[in-house]
């Protein structure tokens, strides 16, 4: 027998012990605190970021860490959903296990209350009065009535116990609290999609990697509108439409399709004097098949669009893919006319170049650029805008790109005007700016022209000739100094022209010994400044500038503006200079769409914690007792009470019970 029943037994025990520590308090309270520490990671840490954004951010070593650990996408980790159905089983576990005695107790009047329990409470008073023990029980349930409670009386031999009970709904409470959890759970897994991430850990579901068109999108990367729930953004230019929303999944994304097409009317946007955007809103149109006409609204910041359970936002704005028309400077052959180029944004072009084959690839439109003034501007005002911008990436053949930022308009730097054009090789640095010396018909055109005479070899070696004039005699020797002497420098404006000041003095570094290289250097510079000036007063001459009396003020500060910039083109990275010269702006709204069935069941949830976290602190179950027995012809009152919380205040109404209940049914008088 004993072998045939012990492993019932054994099998019974272990269900037990396993049942005991899922319902366990440490158990659910340890899932609680780690729960609600990834919460607060989950709301620091910036989720479903593109995996670049972290590793430009962490650096390499803790993105590998904080990946593995899945704190880019906390709630949608698995062992963040197992850790919730863990929470869920241990919660239900407890209600279960619970809820049938709370609701036992609170019908439970407890009349069979022993005398020696009742002397044993902390909060009793007992007397002697000579009523009778009916008419006692009679006056203290009418009592205890009128003040609230519900009250049972249960009459036996010797004695009659009356047991009163109030706030007894109030147990209701602790139900209510751990039942809002498991709903809580229920909604969190719901909206944490655990089918899609089974599809995933099966392969049937992954990411998209390449920057294609959504309806080049495989089928592996794309959901059906049978999704269970997600959140997903989309930008819509004005006029446009979509039926799909794309959903950031670690170092890729998904195609999420919509059972209907949002269309973008129109965006409007206002901004503060700083540039900040003040408000933005997008009207848009619903095209739905089971709609007899489309919808129509205009969302804005925490006032979305609901249609079908699915909840449109209002997140961001941006370029829409304005239409830019530009003018290409080439750098390495400035004598030519700049080329004309026509693209949009998010677009690209191919161009041939000196320099091979370069990408340009369109990014961004700003039409506004506003910059707070520098501390020493006396203007009166704190803003300036700098008016229209581009930015752009220059890419190799090798796919190594460079991104420019060039502003369409001349910007005035200490009262004269430049074109700006700032370059950086990373997001992660500032930019580097380039000042083009504008001329007065606002236009790069004269410096251009400087720098196209700087590239003339035969014009540089003829000024070089002109300024050497009869320095050196004309005895064969001197000849070939002076040939030297015109090669040298030469060279020195061709090397200047390439590679900026940083060639000249890296040609210094490799030539002239430590000891000379600055006196060198200096020298360097006078003779760049003497031919690269006298071919700047040949192009004045051409171009109606009378300079018999000499350079006016203007010119020259234009020369050396122009020097300087020279000076910086080797460092600049393109082998063209782009200028935006006329756009059509258009705006893109950026939409964040989500579907999730379980939000409505974690506001219940929620509702429920409220609820029952109210029920618990400020509606307390009290129970009093009034233990009868007859004593000399009159009758024993032995009256006690207990409380379940704030126990101070149950003490004062209990003695404010005890006073009236003194007055109804009175002490007995001392015998004299």
């Known amino acids: 027998m004993n072998d045939t029943t012990s492993p019932v037994r054994a099998r019974r025990s272990t269900g037990a012990i396993a049942l005991e520590f899922l319902g366990s308090m440490n158990l659910a309270i340890t899932l609680l605190v780690v729960i609600a520490i990834a919460s607060v990671i989950g709301t620091v840490l910036q989720q479903n970021e593109p995996y670049t954004n972290y590793v430009m951010k962490f650096g390499p070593f803790w993105f590998e860490v904080f990946k593995a650990l899945g704190l880019f996408d906390i709630y949608g980790a698995a062992w963040f959903l197992i850790l919730l159905g863990f929470l869920l089983i241990s919660t239900s576990i407890c209600v279960w296990r619970n809820t049938p005695h709370i609701l036992r107790d609170m019908r439970h009047y407890r009349v069979d209350v022993q005398e020696k329990s009742l002397r044993s409470f902390h909060l009793k008073a007992e007397w002697d009065t000579p009523c009778d023990r009916s008419d006692t029980a009679a006056r ?14 249960r009459a036996q031999d010797e004695h009659v116990t009356v047991a009163a009970m109030q706030g007894a709904v109030g147990r209701l409470g602790y139900i209510l609290s751990h039942a809002s959890i498991v709903v809580i759970c229920l909604g969190g897994l719901i909206d944490g999609n655990p089918p899609l991430k089974w599809q995933e850990l099966r392969g049937e579901v992954r990411a998209e990697t390449r ?18 729930s997600f959140r997903g953004s989309i930008s819509i230019p004005e006029g446009g439409t979509s039926s799909v929303v794309f959903l950031q999944l670690r170092d890729g994304y998904l195609v999420q399709e919509l059972p209907f097409t949002i269309e973008l009317e129109q965006f409007r946007v206002e901004h503060y004097p700083t540039g900040m955007p003040k408000s933005f809103e997008s009207d848009l149109v619903i095209h739905d098949d089971d709609l007899k006409e489309p919808l129509r609204q205009t969302i804005k910041v925490n006032h979305p669009l609901i249609y079908k359970g699915y909840s449109i936002y209002q997140s961001s704005f941006g370029d829409g893919g304005s239409s830019l028309s530009m003018r290409a400077w080439s750098l390495d052959l400035p004598h030519q006319e700049p080329l004309e180029l026509n693209s949009n944004v998010n677009r690209f072009l191919r161009l041939t170049t000196t ?100 590239h003339d070899v035969k014009r540089v070696r003829s000024t070089i000739e002109t300024q050497l004039g009869d320095m050196v005699g004309t005895d064969a020797a001197s000849k070939e100094v ?15 022209v390439e590679q900026g000041i940083d060639g000249v003095v890296k040609h210094a570094e490799a030539s002239v010994p430590a000891e000379q290289r600055q006196e060198a250097i200096n020298s360097y510079v006078n003779v760049l400044q003497g031919v690269l000036g006298a071919l700047y007063v040949d192009m004045l001459r051409s171009e109606g500038v009378d300079v018999a009396q000499g350079v006016s003020d203007a010119d020259s500060q234009f020369f050396d503006d122009a020097l300087n910039t020279l000076s910086m083109l080797g460092a600049y990275g393109s082998p063209f200079y782009l200028q935006l010269s006329a756009f059509e702006h258009i705006e893109a709204s950026g939409l964040q769409i989500a579907r999730s069935p379980g939000k409505d069941i974690v506001y219940l949830g929620c509702a429920m914690l409220m609820v029952g976290i109210f029920m618990m602190f400020y509606m307390h179950q009290r129970r009093v007792w009034i233990y009868l027995t007859p004593r000399d012809g009159g009758t024993n009152v032995l009256f006690a009470g207990s409380g379940h919380r704030n126990r101070m205040e149950f003490e004062r109404e209990f003695h404010a019970l005890q006073a009236e209940l003194e007055q109804a049914v009175p002490r007995r008088a001392a015998a004299d």
């Not at 203290?140 to 009386?153: E, I, K, N, P, T």
């Not at 959504?214 to 999704?227: F, I, K, Q, R, Y």
């Not at 380039?434 to 251009?448: E, K, S, V």
């Open 482 to 496: 002076r040939s030297t002497m015109i090669e040298s420098i030469t060279r020195l404006v061709a090397l200047f």
């Open 140 to 153: 203290a349930a009418a009592l205890l009535s009128a003040r609230g409670y519900r009250v049972r009386q």
């Open 211 to 228: 920057d294609i068109p959504a309806g080049e999108v495989p089928a592996e990367s794309t959901l059906s509108t049978d999704n269970l």
């Open 355 to 454: 320099r091979g084959e370069r990408t340009l690839e369109f990014t961004d439109f700003k039409l506004y650029n506003i910059f707070p003034l520098d501390e020493n501007d006396t203007s009166g005002k704190k803003f300036r805008n700098y008016g229209p911008s581009i930015v752009f990436k220059v890419r190799n053949p090798a796919g190594e790109a460079l991104e420019y930022v060039n502003y369409m308009l001349p910007v005035e730097l200490e009262g004269r005007p430049f074109f700006m054009s700032g370059m950086r090789a990373t997001p992660s640095e500032e930019y580097r700016y380039l000042y083009l010396p504008a001329d007065a018909a606002g236009t790069p055109q004269r410096f251009m022209a400087l720098l196209a005479a700087a």
